[in-house]
């Protein structure tokens, strides 16, 4: 399995392992938790407050960063972060 986007926030490094969202201890190296998400495609955007934040081409979905339990899903735009906005 290939490690995909890695984000550092509060003393936790978040990662994908394929589907998988994993988070571990910075300082450790510990498994804090892993979860499924049940959107696919996803890639993480961002971890920071304690929020990770994933997207796929249509879903923004945020992930408490303690405990790998979803927050929120939002259904956006296809074109939302394309290559194809004006300069």
Known sequence: ??????????????????????????????E????DPQEKNLKTLVARDGVIVLRSATQLVAYDGAKGEPLWRKTISASIGSNNAPR
Do not use: N
């Open 1 to 30: 399995r290939r490690v995909l986007f890695r984000s550092i926030d509060r003393g936790r490094v978040v990662f994908q392992e394929g589907p998988t969202l994993v988070a571990l201890d910075l300082q450790t190296g510990k």
């Open 32 to 35: 804090l938790w892993r979860t």
